[in-house]
């Protein structure tokens, strides 16, 4: 039987006193588990930063639960940022 593989959602980024804070959240490969958020203790001074940083991060962490290596890749064309069904 194959291990389920873990994912990520990455939140909106939000502004905090003129700078930017974001977080994500891990989802499991299994149905009815819920995800677990986490949330990024840093400030960003711009909103694509925050976005880029937790995705940085997301993927390692990801990848280390599937015990994989993050490869870092950018999102499909099917990954819209922030869509109702996307990753980002």
Do not use: C
């Amino acid at each position: 039987m194959e291990k389920a593989k873990w994912d990520f959602q990455i939140e909106r980024p939000f502004q905090d006193d003129g700078h930017w804070r974001i977080g994500y959240t891990l989802i499991p490969g299994t149905d009815g588990t819920a995800g677990e958020r986490i949330a990024i203790e840093e400030r960003y001074p711009s909103a694509q930063i925050a976005i880029d940083e937790a995705t940085r991060l997301a993927q390692i962490h990801v990848a280390d639960l599937n015990g994989d290596t993050a490869a870092f890749e950018k999102p499909s064309d099917e990954e819209v940022p922030f869509g109702k069904h996307s990753r980002f």
